[in-house]
Every structure is written in C-alpha cells, then in structure tokens.
C-alpha cells in the first residue's frame, strides 16, 4: 500500500518559470518564481518516489521519477529540470511513496548576475490525513500593509467539486463576499485577493481571514480539500509562504514555538482566527520566558464568527514592557468549545538592522504537541559563502526553535541526518514546561561531514545538496510532547516552516 503526501507544491503563488534571465521587479507579486521541492523519508526502508503533477484546471497528471531515497534520507528535485513542466505552469502535486515522506516546498526567483532577491518561501507538504470539507486561513491580505495574498486550493477527491469561500473583514466582522469555484479533480484553484473577479469582494483592499467548505459537485456530501497561501509584498521582493489548516486541528488552545520583542532584530505578530461560522470566540495570550516561568498576559479580545484578531508581541494590553523578550506564547479561548486556529510572523524590528531588513516569516501555530518532528530541509552554510556579496540566498543557515508542551521539564535529542540517511550528530537540549529552546548544525557538531564541506551542513564538495532532522524524546523523558519551526535565513532575508509530526 503506497502511502501518499500530498503538496500544493509548486507556486504556493505566482507561476513557475524555467531557468532563465528574467528582469527584476520591485514587488514579490510581479517577479517569476520557481520551486524546488525538499523530501525526507521518515520510514524504515529505502524507497521509490514518485510525482504526479497538475496544473490548474486539469485532471490530467504529468507524471516525473524522483529516485530512490534512502530511511532517514533528504533529497530534492528542481521544477525547472521537469521536462514535461514548460515555464508559466501553476497548479499541485501528489508524491507517492512505499515509505512515509515529508516535505517542504522552498520557491524562489532564479537569479541572473548582479540580482539581489534573496527570498526563499517556505511551506509544508500535506498528508492525505490533512484533506478536510472545512479549511481555514487566518490571515488574507488586499493591497493593505503593501502586501496581497494568493491562496490555492487542492481537491483531494477523484471527482470535480464545488469549493466555498467565506471572507471576513477584520475590522467590523462581516461576511463580505461569498464566492463559489468548481475544481477538477485532484487539481487547484488559485485565488488572487487583489482581483475582485476571483474574490467576489467589493474592493481590492481587504484586511481579513478565509473559512473554505467544499462539496462534491451538484450534491451536498462534503469533499476533502487542503489549502495555503503566500503572502506578498507590493512594493519589495519579499514574502512569505505558509499553510492552512483544516477544522479538525482548530483548538481551544494554540501553541506557538517562538515569540520576539526586539530581539534578533526581530519582533512577532499573531493572526487567531475563530473557526466556528456562528458563535464569537475569546481569547488571552500568555508568554513564557525561556526558563518556563510566565512573562505576561494579552487580553482578553473577543473574535466574532470567522474574523480574526491580531496580536503584536511587542504590545500586550497588560503594560508589562517587552522590549528584548525572546520566548514561547500560548492562546487559550475562555470556553473549551470554542476552535480557533493561529499563525505566527517575525518580522524586523524597526528601524531595521540590514540584516534582518527583508526577514519575514510566517508559521502556524499547533493544537497539540508531538513525540517525533520530522525537518527536511536543513542547512549551514560555511562563513565563506554565507557572508559572500554574492549570495542572493543560496546559502542559508537553519535555527530551530522547539518547545515542550509538556507539564513537567523535557529532555529531546535532536538527530543531524546527511543525504544518505546517515546520522551525523545528536544535540540533547533540556526544556522546561512550555519553554522553548534552540538549535542548529553549528551548535550539534554537524558540520563538515560524510562529504560535507568544511565548515558547512547540507552543502557538499561534490556540489550536491541535502540535509535533514529529526527531533525525539530523550531516552530520560520518553513521553515528552512538542512542537517546532525552522527559520531559514542568511544576510537580509529569512523565512519559516513547521517541524513536521511523524507520531
């Protein structure tokens, strides 16, 4: 029995282009992005990979051979080396596998010399298990804060279906455009907020949040979607890629593995959006210091039938002072039947450090914590090449930020993999009841090996890439629960994804 990720894997936005010299524009919404498309197997065995393509519209799959990849393994395959995949393709894919994969998506702008967009999007592939008739996206944007969205939507089903969307004005609760689109089977739909022909809306300029049902066309019986967004910056070629999340993971309580006042250069914000279509929802903020003691309370606010609320980090209602706070945050609603979902953002503190100038990140909060987190995608670049002018982004450094969910302190190993699935380096960390703590290849003596180059994790002297992590209980503490993000940087720019559950 194959077991199957699915992936809105190719522009999370905007359409793919082959490798070429394209001029560069000054907004994250006009410039041409392709994607490269990082694979981890998480499995026992070795095991053969396969991907199956779809553009927007189309039931019919391109199909593409990405190799054998080993237990433990990290690979990756280049869109723009798909041969049957021309320049100007957006749409989906589904990889299949004999083993359990993971998988994040990494799109970029393929430079020519002399460029200097550094961005590098981040998202998380979905499993079959993620298909929902309910999915929800806490933030979309419309020309408000220099920044749109384009959200897409994947039908699981074998069969076209008829997708609904309900978008919430975050500044007076309304349900301002109901909009219905029928999408193929196993295909997409992208839906650009700075459109009113895709969105039904009364203006370009929207600030608000996204519920989306779906039905099997012409019937009522629910169909199985996932969905996720990239939010775009207007005037700079910045952005952010993240996921969105179906109704059954909304909670009454939503953690959050980092949280930043002018610390790293960088400061935090939250979107929590109430999942129920009837009934408000109030929610507190609550801070934790990275020795698990409580910084502060934010609240509480109150959140009408699917709006969302933002909160700054930097700002909590209760005066306390923020500034240099490095921690972890918790949402919890005032009834334990209210459901809400949240994202967190790191952006750059103002004004901002040239080096943090063009960091922005976004990454879900999670409902619950987890026994075993799968990071595909991790990497060290050498000094060399990390602080070269030259690097528009191609040499990134990985920081993780996990934190223990559970009610006692927590001993994890975190496990430093080589492209062969070789086990290259442990870091144990203590963590204390919902702090968090970090880690990244430089800290766990990973560097330099297996064909590594010196000084590097990931990079290869052969010229090859691929590096992974898995995160685990310690052998002290085996029943320990948590949840983690990877932030993505190098000199000017950054970006997030979620550690991913292989429970």
Same mark, same amino acid.
């Given at each position: 029995?194959?077991?199957?990720?699915?992936?809105?894997?190719?522009?999370?936005?905007?359409?793919?282009?082959?490798?070429?010299?394209?001029?560069?524009?000054?907004?994250?919404?006009?410039?041409?992005?392709?994607?490269?498309?990082?694979?981890?197997?998480?499995?026992?065995?070795?095991?053969?990979?396969?991907?199956?393509?779809?553009?927007?519209?189309?039931?019919?799959?391109?199909?593409?051979?990405?190799?054998?990849?080993?237990?433990?393994?990290?690979?990756?395959?280049?869109?723009?080396?798909?041969?049957?995949?021309?320049?100007?393709?957006?749409?989906?894919?589904?990889?299949?596998?004999?083993? !359990?994969?993971?998988?994040?998506?990494?799109?970029?702008?393929?430079?020519?010399?002399?460029?200097?967009?550094?961005?590098?999007?981040?998202?998380?592939?979905?499993?079959?298990?993620?298909?929902?008739?309910?999915?929800?996206?806490?933030?979309? *944007?419309?020309?408000?804060?220099?920044?749109?969205?384009?959200?897409?939507?994947?039908?699981?089903?074998?069969?076209?279906?008829?997708?609904?969307?309900?978008?919430?004005?975050?500044?007076?609760?309304?349900?301002?455009?109901?909009?219905? /689109?029928?999408?193929?089977?196993?295909?997409?739909?992208?839906?650009?907020?700075?459109?009113?022909?895709?969105?039904?809306?009364?203006?370009?300029?929207?600030?608000?949040?996204?519920?989306?049902?779906?039905?099997?066309?012409?019937?009522?019986?629910?169909?199985?979607?996932?969905?996720?967004?990239?939010?775009?910056?207007?005037?700079?070629?910045?952005?952010?890629?993240?996921?969105?999340? !179906?109704?059954?993971?909304?909670?009454?309580?939503?953690?959050?593995?980092?949280? #930043?006042?002018?610390?790293?250069? #960088?400061?935090?914000?939250?979107?929590?959006?109430?999942?129920?279509?009837?009934?408000?929802?109030?929610? %507190?903020?609550?801070?934790?210091?990275?020795?698990?003691?409580?910084?502060?309370?934010?609240?509480?606010?109150? @959140?009408?039938?699917?709006?969302?609320?933002? @909160?700054?980090?930097?700002?909590?209602?209760?005066?306390?002072?923020?500034?240099?706070?490095?921690? $972890?945050?918790?949402?919890?609603?005032?009834?334990?039947? $209210?459901?809400?979902?949240?994202?967190?953002?790191?952006?750059? $503190? *103002?004004?901002?450090?040239?080096?943090?100038?063009?960091?922005? %990140?976004?990454?879900?909060?999670?409902?619950?914590?987890?026994?075993?987190?799968?990071?595909?995608?991790?990497?060290?670049?050498?000094?060399?090449?990390?602080? $070269?002018?030259?690097?528009?982004?191609?040499?990134?450094?990985?920081?993780?930020?996990?934190?223990? *969910?559970?009610?006692?302190?927590?001993? /994890?190993?975190?496990?430093?993999?080589?492209?062969?699935?070789? #086990?290259?380096?442990?870091?144990?960390?203590?963590?204390?009841?919902?702090?968090?703590?970090?880690?990244?290849?430089?800290?766990?003596?990973?560097?330099?090996?297996?064909?590594?180059? !010196?000084?590097?994790?990931?990079?290869?002297?052969?010229?090859?890439?691929?590096?992974?992590?898995?995160?685990?209980?310690?052998?002290?503490?085996?029943?320990?629960?948590?949840?983690?993000?990877?932030?993505?940087?190098?000199?000017?720019?950054?970006?997030?994804?979620?550690?991913?559950?292989?429970?």
């Amino acid at each position: 029995m194959k077991k199957r990720i699915l992936l809105l894997a190719l522009a999370l936005l905007l359409a793919v282009s082959t490798m070429q010299t394209v001029n560069v524009e000054a907004s994250a919404r006009t410039i041409s992005w392709i994607v490269s498309v990082t694979y981890q197997n998480v499995g026992n065995a070795p095991t053969d990979v396969q991907v199956a393509f779809y553009q927007e519209g189309s039931a019919t799959a391109i199909t593409y051979n990405a190799g054998t990849l080993n237990a433990g393994a990290a690979a990756s395959f280049y869109m723009g080396n798909v041969s049957d995949i021309s320049a100007g393709f957006r749409g989906n894919a589904v990889m299949a596998s004999s083993q !359990p994969l993971v998988a994040t998506v990494v799109q970029f702008h393929q430079n020519a010399s002399g460029e200097t967009v550094k961005m590098r999007m981040l998202s998380n592939g979905f499993s079959s298990n993620d298909g929902s008739e309910q999915y929800l996206i806490a933030t979309v *944007l419309g020309n408000t804060f220099s920044r749109t969205t384009i959200f897409s939507v994947q039908n699981l089903e074998s069969e076209e279906i008829t997708a609904t969307l309900k978008f919430y004005n975050a500044t007076n609760g309304n349900l301002d455009s109901t909009k219905s /689109v029928d999408i193929p089977a196993l295909s997409s739909k992208y839906v650009e907020l700075d459109k009113t022909s895709m969105t039904g809306l009364p203006s370009t300029t929207f600030n608000g949040s996204v519920i989306i049902t779906a039905v099997k066309k012409g019937t009522t019986n629910p169909a199985r979607v996932i969905a996720g967004a990239s939010e775009l910056y207007t005037n700079r070629d910045v952005g952010a890629n993240f996921e969105g999340v !179906p109704l059954s993971r909304a909670s009454n309580k939503v953690y959050l593995a980092t949280a #930043l006042c002018k610390r790293y250069g #960088l400061d935090t914000y939250y979107a929590v959006q109430n999942a129920s279509l009837t009934e408000s929802a109030t929610i %507190t903020v609550t801070y934790y210091n990275p020795d698990g003691t409580t910084k502060t309370t934010d609240g509480p606010y109150t @959140i009408a039938p699917g709006q969302k609320k933002s @909160i700054t980090t930097c700002a909590p209602n209760s005066g306390v002072g923020m500034s240099s706070f490095t921690g $972890s945050a918790v949402i919890t609603t005032s009834n334990s039947n $209210s459901k809400i979902v949240a994202l967190g953002k790191a952006q750059a $503190s *103002l004004p901002a450090a040239p080096a943090y100038a063009d960091v922005f %990140t976004i990454f879900n909060g999670e409902p619950a914590g987890y026994s075993k987190i799968a990071f595909p995608f991790v990497r060290w670049a050498d000094d060399a090449r990390f602080n $070269s002018a030259t690097n528009y982004g191609g040499y990134q450094r990985t920081y993780l930020a996990i934190q223990n *969910l559970s009610s006692t302190t927590a001993k /994890v190993n975190v496990q430093y993999f080589d492209k062969n699935g070789g #086990l290259v380096a442990t870091q144990t960390l203590t963590i204390a009841p919902n702090a968090k703590v970090n880690s990244d290849a430089n800290a766990a003596g990973a560097l330099g090996k297996n064909g590594m180059t !010196p000084g590097a994790f990931g990079y290869y002297t052969d010229g090859s890439f691929g590096g992974g992590v898995i995160v685990v209980p310690h052998p002290d503490t085996p029943n320990a629960k948590i949840i983690a993000i990877a932030r993505v940087q190098h000199p000017g720019a950054g970006e997030d994804y979620n550690g991913i559950s292989i429970d």
